[in-house]
């Protein structure tokens, strides 16, 4: 098995990671054991095609399986680490607009019933829409607007039928967020005894208490998973969580979780502790609703985005590990991020900030305001350390152009469903590209219409370029595309970006089989190959 490992330096002080060369490679995986997470906050519900966070697909991917996935021991998504779950192959037309998946035989649900290909056509009409049963929340229907209709062939073959061709399909598919849902049982049910054919079978969901899955013995990989089960045990406080991991209590720190002030915490306490830090693909941004005056001001917009210190904002909450990027993953973990030099003559994006706020200033003057006529607003985020900790700053900053923030704090289940339907006027929001990919994060988050689009910005003739970009074939032309796209992004202040977070894992080294991917922390977590050393 293979792992990405990178050595971490923060302070002057040498982190050493990844120690398991030579001889533990070619270590024999042994089957048993329960592995213990401790898990940042209660899932609004266990149904991955319903939620829009990680909190629920941490404990429950393990549970599904796709149709493709991302080969779990390589670090970096792309197609070409796109490998067969539930399809066994897949091939396109010459044309791209049809994909045809010839699908695995005997793999049944938990409950006993057989897999086919209707359960896959099933899945993409609710996706859609299309189906008699509905989801009460569709995060990522734009992912799928572009297939006309999924055809079933037979038992075990289906067929994508797509409007236009979109190679980045696969990409879709292979998402952590992309698992095939049984045509038998319920929209409803799937949100609190969800039904799968993965590794693990659910056990039980407490609300603000704890999830367990357990070992499937009758997966279709017979070798596979190797532990008996896996116990995630909800602890909100980041400070108590990382004392509870370091006391043993845990065998893995909430992925992607851990600060480098924490850090430094577990190392100088349990420095035999493996690390890994890497960046997410989750954006720190600031979400306006356009809708709401007086917010609905294209200048007084464009004036609290000159107001952001993005430098400020990476040395106060990564000490400086954190990247500066727009909407794309930059460089070079990210395969569409914007180069620096574009990215700098983006206004608000150069380094003199006293300037850019000098600018803000004048704007905010013109609206009206001014040192005594300041504007009062509730800076909206959700109540977990890492949403509120930017937010403290962002008010922070805004006080320099006559902004006066309040902190609302919001609980997981409400917070996505609260900015969904537009019932704020400012928030500090963290946004998670599943997919290292354009149609992802495009469709997704800046569509008009999109669910997920919280700040309700729509530009019609950029949409079109979405389509184009998408259609494209050409990697080296895709790219410019996205470039101009993701540029036009950032100078309308559709949603603007603040940083890309690099943030840590911990386990313990008896826990074996473990890869951090480095484009995306969403789509690595099946489980199926960890396995606990004696």
């Not at 067969?84 to 006993?112: C, I, M, N, Y």
Request: net charge neutral; proline share 7%; charged share 25%.
């Amino acid at each position: 098995m293979h792992r990405s490992f990178r050595p971490l330096v923060t302070a002057g002080v040498l982190f050493s990671v990844g120690l398991a060369f030579g001889p533990a490679l070619a270590q024999t995986p042994k089957h048993g054991g329960i592995l213990k997470i401790y898990h940042r906050d209660s899932p609004p519900s266990a149904s991955i095609h319903e939620e829009a966070t990680y909190s629920t697909v941490i404990p429950f991917m393990p549970v599904f399986n796709n149709l493709v996935m991302y080969k779990q021991d390589v670090a970096q998504n792309s197609l070409e680490s796109i490998v067969p779950d539930l399809a066994t192959s897949w091939v396109w037309t010459e044309d791209r607009t049809e994909l045809t998946f010839k699908l695995r035989q005997g793999v049944k649900w938990h409950d006993g019933k057989p897999f086919t290909a209707k359960d896959v056509k099933c899945t993409i009409d609710l996706l859609q829409g299309k189906a008699k049963d509905s989801f009460r929340k569709n995060p990522r229907e734009g992912w799928y607007k572009n297939v006309a209709e999924v055809k079933v062939n037979n038992d075990l073959e289906v067929v994508f039928h797509l409007t236009r061709p979109q190679p980045a399909l696969l990409a879709l598919l292979a998402s952590g967020y992309s698992p095939i849902y049984p045509c038998h049982v319920s929209a409803r049910d799937m949100r609190t005894r969800p039904i799968g054919t993965g590794p693990f079978k659910f056990v039980e969901f407490k609300q603000n208490e704890s999830m367990k899955i357990a070992r499937n013995p009758d997966y279709w990989k017979k070798d596979r998973p190797y532990l008996d089960g896996i116990e995630f045990s909800i602890i909100p406080n980041r400070s108590t969580a990382i004392l509870a991991f370091v006391a043993g209590r845990f065998d893995m720190t909430f992925p992607g979780e851990v600060t480098i002030p924490l850090l430094k915490d577990v190392k100088s306490q349990a420095p035999q502790a493996v690390c890994e830090l890497t960046p997410t693909n989750v954006s720190i941004n600031l979400i306006v609703n356009r809708e709401k005056p007086p917010f609905d001001s294209a200048d007084l917009r464009h004036a609290m985005a000159l107001a952001l210190d993005r430098k400020a904002f990476v040395d106060i909450l990564s000490e400086g590990k954190d990247d500066i990027g727009a909407s794309m993953l930059p460089p070079p973990e990210g395969v569409w991020g914007m180069p620096p030099d574009m990215l700098k003559t983006i206004p608000g994006y150069g380094p003199d900030i006293q300037a850019n706020r000098a600018e803000a200033r004048k704007i905010m003057e013109k609206l009206g305001y001014g040192p005594d006529k300041r504007l009062g607003v509730k800076i909206s985020t959700r109540n977990i350390a890492i949403y509120r900790d930017p937010a403290v700053i962002l008010i922070d900053q805004l006080k320099d152009i006559y902004i006066d923030g309040e902190l609302e704090v919001v609980e997981t289940s409400n917070w996505h469903a609260k900015v969904t339907r537009k019932e704020y006027a400012v928030g500090l929001n963290l946004t998670g590209n599943s997919v290292d990919d354009p149609d992802q994060n495009f469709y997704e988050n800046y569509a008009c219409g999109s669910e997920r689009n919280y700040t309700d910005y729509c530009n019609k003739d950029l949409e079109k370029l979405f389509d184009k970009q998408s259609s494209e074939v050409d990697p080296a032309k895709r790219k410019q595309l996205v470039w101009e796209i993701d540029k036009k992004l950032q100078e309308d202040v559709a949603r603007p970006i603040i940083s890309h977070t690099r943030r840590a894992t911990c386990w313990w080294p008896r826990v074996k089989g473990v890869t951090l991917m480095t484009n995306s922390s969403y789509n690595g977590w099946r489980f199926e190959d960890t396995w606990l050393e004696n």
